[in-house]
DNA sequence: CGTTTTTGACCTGCGC
DNA sequence: GCGCAGGTCAAAAACG
């Protein structure tokens, strides 16, 4: 597996189709900073999204090709034909792949206000660290999230937020100062009409004292999140 | 007890 | 046609 790629984790990226334009410190960029590229991916179906398992309908029946399979135990009722047998009704492939954020940090959890489940967790070719895969725990809200290391750099990582929550986040309520307005206003510089294909915000922001310690961290850490949102807002 | 995390299995798209 | 890569779901465990 090692191949001579360097910029394996790049590449990959760029052959979603998503048209990511990574800079590469191109705009002078170093540790200690966080960077904020807001893409439109708005493709005709291009994100291979959606019908990653299976799709519905538990229900168990034979499988299609049994074949040598002659333990179907529990774990035929997933082996369903599915799409062969039942067609699906209508053309669901209904991507949304709209906005696409890509942060970069140097931390390792980014808290961007939101609840998140993780649903799934696979290594990535070419990085030593595996992806993780975060939804978010809203019934009605299909906002999904992806968070990944850098292969070279285990300090920056890349989180990628795909589709808009339907509902208000946790960081914006007043407690914080925070009203429906200004998450509005946030909201509204994210899905703009046509805004730049990629913006590069200069955050010289420095990180809360080292982070390590360990002392108050109950406190501290609310602390911390507050501090961290309110450099994003100004940024954006 | 409820929720979330963890792990494995499995499906789909693309490449060769 | 098969294999690879990536992506998702489901069940159980761990945690509060
Ligand atoms: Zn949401």
């Known amino acids: 597996m090692g191949d001579e790629k360097l910029t394996g984790s790049t590449a ?21 900073e966080e960077d904020v590229l807001r893409e439109f991916g708005w493709g005709p179906a291009a994100v291979p999204v959606g019908r990653g398992g299976r799709i519905g309908s538990e229900t168990p029946k034979a499988s299609a090709s049994a074949s040598a399979s002659s333990s179907e135990s529990e774990e035929a009722s997933r082996s369903a034909g ?40 696979k290594a990535v070719k070419n990085s030593p ?14 906002v999904k999230k992806r968070v990944e290391r850098s292969s070279e750099d285990p300090m920056v ?28 206003a946030f909201v509204a510089r994210l899905s703009s009409s046509s805004p730049p294909p990629l913006m590069v ?34 940024i954006f």
Not at 157 to 180: D, M, R, W
Not at 203 to 226: F, H, K, M, N
């Open 129 to 142: 660290f595996p992806r993780s895969y975060y939804r978010c725990t809203n019934t009605k809200c299909m």
């Open 157 to 184: 990582v890349i989180t990628t937020y795909e589709g808009q929550h339907c509902h208000h986040s946790i960081s914006f309520s007043p407690k914080f100062g925070f009203t429906a307005r200004d998450e509005a």
């Open 201 to 234: 915000a200069p955050a010289s922001i420095t990180q809360p004292s080292g982070r390590p310690g360990g002392a108050g961290e109950g406190l501290l850490g609310d602390v911390v999140t507050s501090t961290m949102w309110y450099k994003v807002e100004l």
């Open 82 to 121: 599915t799409a062969s047998k039942v067609k699906m009704k209508e053309p669901k492939r209904i991507r949304q792949p709209r906005v696409a954020f890509l942060t970069k940090s140097e931390i390792d959890h980014l808290e961007d206000g939101y609840r998140w489940r993780k649903y799934g967790q």
């Open 12 to 32: 990959e990226i760029d052959s979603y189709g998503w048209g990511f334009h990574w800079s590469g410190g191109g705009a002078g960029i170093s540790a200690g």
